[in-house]
T-cell receptor, first 109, second 115 residues
């Protein structure tokens, strides 16, 4: 079956750096997405990776290794507003999106 | 108003009630989706519409009935629900359906509680 694994919850300190990992086993691969979802709000698109390597977008970066079935989202200079759930999703060979259960990130002062 | 708008934001219904969830997008997108989000579970795709035609129904019970009258509006009609149907129902839209870089734009969801 198809599966996405990510940690259920992580805690980090304001101003620090945190890395949220995502591993996947899917039937084919057509890209990996990260979404951010604040409590009670809509998930919003953060990043898309289809080739190996690091994509940087301000304080957020996303890395992909297709051979290892692995991605991470790196958040730098953490702010309290970064407290949210982070959803990893992979598009398989049929262009279906396979979702992880999300990682709840708690930022402490 | 831009983006994806869902109403109502909160809904409490009994098991014998009939209610509907509404979704509206002003992005000019051609594909619309219903997802179910339960605590600590992955998003579950329920239905997909592409150019107003239903293209996917992921074994969803018939007590959930989607309707897509035009490319901007999507409804989810609810009838004789069960308490385990309590969840956040998310609507999303995208420019097209089958594309690798296809980014979904989500609404804030309708929180449904079935008593």
């Amino acid at each position: 079956g198809q599966n996405i694994d990510q940690p259920t919850e992580m805690t980090a300190t304001e101003g620090a750096i945190v890395q949220i990992n995502c591993t996947y086993q899917t039937s084919g691969f057509n890209g990996l997405f990260w979404y951010q979802q604040h409590a009670g709000e809509a998930p919003t698109f953060l990043s898309y990776n289809v080739l190996d390597g690091l994509e940087e977008k301000g304080r957020f970066s996303s890395f992909l290794s297709r051979s290892k079935g692995y991605s991470y989202l790196l958040l730098k200079e953490l702010q309290m507003k970064d407290s949210a759930s982070y959803l990893c999703a992979v598009r398989d060979s049929n262009y279906q999106l396979i979702w992880g259960a999300g990682t709840k990130l708690i930022i402490k002062p | 108003e831009t983006g994806v708008t869902q109403t109502p934001r909160h809904l409490v219904m009994g098991m014998t009630n009939k209610k509907s969830l509404k979704c509206e997008q002003h992005l000019g997108h051609n594909a619309m989706y219903w997802y179910k989000q339960s605590a600590k579970k992955p998003l579950e795709l329920m239905f997909v519409y592409n150019f107003k035609e239903q293209t996917e129904n992921n074994s969803v019970p018939s007590r959930f009935s989607p309707e897509c009258p035009n490319s901007s509006h999507l409804f989810l009609h609810l009838h004789t629900l069960q308490p385990e149907d309590s969840a956040l129902y998310l609507c999303a839209s995208s420019q097209e359906k089958d594309s690798g870089a296809n980014v979904l734009t989500f609404g804030a969801g309708s929180r449904l509680t079935v008593l």
